[in-house]
Structure formats: structure tokens, C-alpha cells
């Protein structure tokens, strides 16, 4: 594949790994975070991309840097592109660089509430909330607020900062530690890789993809 003829679509919340390893000359579109709290919104916005690229004319390829994500890929159907897709729940199989990693975390300890950069960059995340650094909390008393945060992360057990090797860790290590200490969880550094995403971007796609061509329509059952 030549980089020219593909474009990635990519979340805010995995641009940081994407810029790290993406070819100097393939195209990037970044897609805001807060999409994912509303996956109708999300899934809309991801059809006029699709359909802003496929009009353009200029693309073979649509590489989608989300993974099922609330089904918001549900639905998407190419005319002139072929679309390729992790075939992983959400970002945190990005992170860890496979569904299987996922997995293993998963039955591990299925308490745990995971930060990248990303995530704490454009998140909404439970410390943030607290500290009403969130532009929504400024209506609400501190004391409102800070019951808010407890309640969205109330059943967790476990704060994971993920270690893709993309950037400098120490700024949000501190703020996964901090994470830990306000709401009494056990705090972990994961290892994390960029794998899946290095061969979203340059092959190969094996079963670990979802690969759709010209005039199909991508299906929930397609990443299971």
C-alpha cells in the first residue's frame, strides 16, 4: 500500500500513538473524544468522514484507528474506499496491542479503569470531575461535584496507566497515581504496544481486521 493513496481516521484519544508511527506522508484525520459519550453522535460524524473522503477522490483506503466502539462503525458502508478496522471492542485493545491482552486483563481484575494520554488529555475522567477542571462541573457545588466523580468510578478496583511508548509517561503517571490515591484504588503501569496499530497502518490485515471492500456494509457480528 502506498501511504498517499490511504487516509487514517483516528480519536483523539489514540492521535498521540498514531502521530508517533504513522509514515511522514499518509493523510490523518483526528476525530474529537467526547464523541464516545454519545455513539449515535459518534457514528453519524464517522459516515460524513467516510463520505468527505470517499467525494475527495483522492483514496484506495479508509483506515479507521477506533475498534467496534459502541457500534459506532455499525452501519458505515464505503462506495469507492476499502475500510479496514481493528477488530477490537475499543481503544484499550489498541493500547495493550491486541483483544487477547484485553482479555487477560480483563479476568485479571475487571475492576480496572484505564488512562493513556489520550484519555486524560481529552477525557472526562473521574479526577478531572473532581477537580472540576470539566467545564459542566462549574454549576455544581463542590460538594455535588466531588460525589459525581466517586459515583462514576465506584466500581473499580483499579487505576492502569497503559505504556504504549509513544511519549514521555511522567506527567501522566503522576496523574494516574493521583487517580489512585483520591479514590483508595490499587494503582498499575502496564506495558502496553503499538502493534495492532503499526499494522493498521502498514499491513498486514490478517484476521485481527476488519476488511471491508467497496459497496459492503459493516456489521456488528463482523468483530466477533
Known amino acids: 500500500m502506498n501511504p498517499k493513496e490511504a487516509v487514517v481516521i483516528s480519536c483523539q484519544a489514540v492521535?498521540?500513538?498514531i502521530e508517533n508511527i504513522a509514515p511522514p506522508n499518509i493523510t490523518t484525520r483526528v476525530l474529537e473524544f467526547g464523541l464516545h459519550n454519545h455513539p449515535n453522535k459518534l457514528n453519524q460524524r464517522l459516515r460524513e468522514c467516510l463520505d468527505e473522503i470517499e467525494q475527495e477522490g483522492r483514496y484506495q483506503f479508509a483506515l479507521f484507528a477506533y475498534g467496534l466502539c459502541s457500534n459506532g462503525v455499525v452501519g458505515l458502508k464505503p462506495r469507492s474506499v476499502k475500510?479496514?478496522?481493528?477488530k477490537v471492542d475499543d481503544c484499550i485493545s489498541l493500547f495493550l496491542g491486541s483483544r487477547k491482552k484485553y482479555v487477560e486483563q480483563?479476568?485479571?481484575d475487571p475492576g480496572t479503569f484505564y488512562l493513556t494520554k489520550g484519555w486524560i488529555d481529552y477525557g472526562e475522567t473521574p479526577l478531572a470531575i473532581y477537580n472540576q477542571d470539566v467545564p459542566w462541573t462549574k454549576k455544581y457545588s463542590q460538594e455535588q461535584i466531588r460525589w459525581i466523580a466517586?459515583?462514576?468510578?465506584?466500581?473499580?478496583?483499579?487505576?492502569a496507566l497503559i505504556e504504549t511508548g509513544a511519549y514521555d509517561i511522567s506527567s501522566y503517571e503522576e496523574f494516574a497515581r493521583k487517580t489512585a490515591d483520591v479514590f483508595g484504588l490499587k494503582y498499575e503501569l502496564l506495558p502496553g504496544s503499538l502493534d495492532l496499530?503499526?499494522?493498521?497502518?502498514?499491513?498486514?490485515?490478517?484476521n485481527d481486521f476488519v476488511v471491508v471492500e467497496?459497496?459492503?456494509?459493516?456489521t456488528k457480528e463482523m468483530f466477533l
Open 15 to 17: 492521535s498521540a500513538e
Open 83 to 86: 475500510v479496514v478496522i481493528p
Open 106 to 108: 480483563l479476568r485479571r
Open 150 to 159: 466517586r459515583e462514576t468510578i465506584r466500581n473499580y478496583t483499579r487505576v
Open 197 to 206: 496499530l503499526k499494522r493498521l497502518l502498514y499491513g498486514p490485515w490478517d
Open 214 to 218: 467497496p459497496g459492503t456494509e459493516i
